[in-house]
């Protein structure tokens, strides 16, 4: 009499553990000989199971270098959009920037990730979409660790989850990224929040948004740019600002615009937020602010 089919299946998955490729499919082949050979009942659905083990090993054979995935970084930090197939994420991305891509009603529209690039304020930013993790992306499932090896490179992350999806999606997503060690300042995008109320969270910001109201987009870009952590600094009656990590004072600003112009800098005056009235006169230690304009003086 084999053994119950339950005990068999946890049997085979601690024979299938951390074996991939060809090791995985050679053991799930040996697996496939010893079972028996029986067309209905629990072992017929445990056989299934193994071939379906079986087909899924060889579809990620055949993808190249599925854990070397590497998107080129552009702008002054990249976020990545995480979140369960179907969440909105290609939506969002596609009305944060100017990519043109498809979407649909259907899981798994994004298969590699994506990345957009959108100005807030005036700074290039890099939006990456990772396509929909699934329960056991730690371990593998669906490419994951590859997915999360482009996350783990990313600045920060925007959650992002449907209205009218049951949290516990969002859930098990979170859980796969803790698992592969990957903490990163986080948000999270309530999308399709014309659809259904939003809600909150108890771990996380919430920002209700949807792709047909440009006020919640607004919204959602000046959290997006709290999230960078960075702070814009205006070049008086200059074009784009510049990015810094905090703090950063007027001699910084000097050597970015040049090494020669933080060798003769002097100090500078100031409009903004750290200014205490407009065109206030400091020194080259003087800290900036998020915002701030600055015109530098030389010796």
Known sequence: MPMPHRTQQQLIKRRLAGKEGAERIRELRAVLAELPGYRNGPYADLRKWVEGELAATRVRGRVVHRDSIAVRREGAAQIALVGAPNAG??????????????????????????????????????????????????????????????????????????CDRPLDELEAI?????????????????????????????????????VLDDATLDRLREELWALTGLVRIHLRDSGDPLAFQPPVTVLDVAHTIHHELGASCTGARIWGPSARFEGQRVGPAHELEDGDAVEITSR
């Open 89 to 162: 994420k290609s939506s969002l991305l596609q009305a944060l920037s100017a990519i043109q891509i498809r979407t649909g009603d259907y899981a798994f529209t994004t298969t590699r990730p994506l990345p957009a690039t959108t100005r807030i304020g005036g700074v290039l930013v890099q939006l990456v979409e990772i396509p929909g993790l699934l329960a056991g992306a730690a371990g593998d499932r669906g490419g994951g660790r590859a997915l999360l090896g482009v996350l783990r490179n990313a600045d920060a992350i925007l959650w992002c989850h449907a």
């Open 174 to 210: 979170r859980a796969e990224v803790a698992l592969a060690g990957i903490e990163l300042p986080s948000l999270l995008a309530a999308t399709k929040a014309d659809e259904a109320p939003p809600f909150t969270h108890a771990e996380l910001r919430v920002v209700p948004v949807s």
